[in-house]
């Protein structure tokens, strides 16, 4: 079981950026795609985006897909959120996750599911208020 912490949560205003950092112990992350969900208080938890194991792929929900970007260091086992021009509706605790299956390189209806995700992390929050 991979063991992934979540960091780089806070309070920023309307407009204002955030990255948000993923750290997974072990030595099998490069093998794994990963996920960020968030979920807002009184709501389910929603796919935000994903991105392939070798890092060749994302794939991003429609609402944030012209504001947010994921990206990886397989050497740093580590996957990152970099969330810009953020939106009060932003609010959530977001969460990052790995694929159950390793190597694997799925349609993007795969990785919206959060079925497909076998390992979570705590989760971190995200406000943003002025």
């Known amino acids: 079981q991979v063991h992934l912490v979540e960091s780089g949560g806070g309070l920023v205003k309307p407009g204002g950026s955030l990255r948000l950092s993923c750290a997974a112990s072990g030595d099998a992350f490069g093998y794994y795609a990963a996920g960020w969900f968030r979920q807002a208080p009184g709501k389910d938890r929603e796919f935000v985006g994903a991105i392939t194991w070798r890092g060749r792929s994302t794939y991003m929900e429609d609402s944030v897909k012209d504001r947010f970007t994921i990206f990886r260091d397989n050497a740093k086992n580590t996957v990152y959120l970099q969330m810009n021009s953020l939106k009060p509706e932003d609010t959530a605790v977001y969460f990052c996750?790995?694929?159950?299956?390793?190597?694997?390189?799925?349609?993007?209806?795969?990785?919206?599911?959060?079925?497909?995700?076998?390992?979570w992390g705590q989760g971190t929050q995200v406000t943003v208020s002025s």
């Open positions: 996750a790995l694929d159950r299956q390793s190597e694997y390189g799925g349609p993007p209806s795969y990785f919206a599911d959060s079925e497909s995700y076998g390992s």
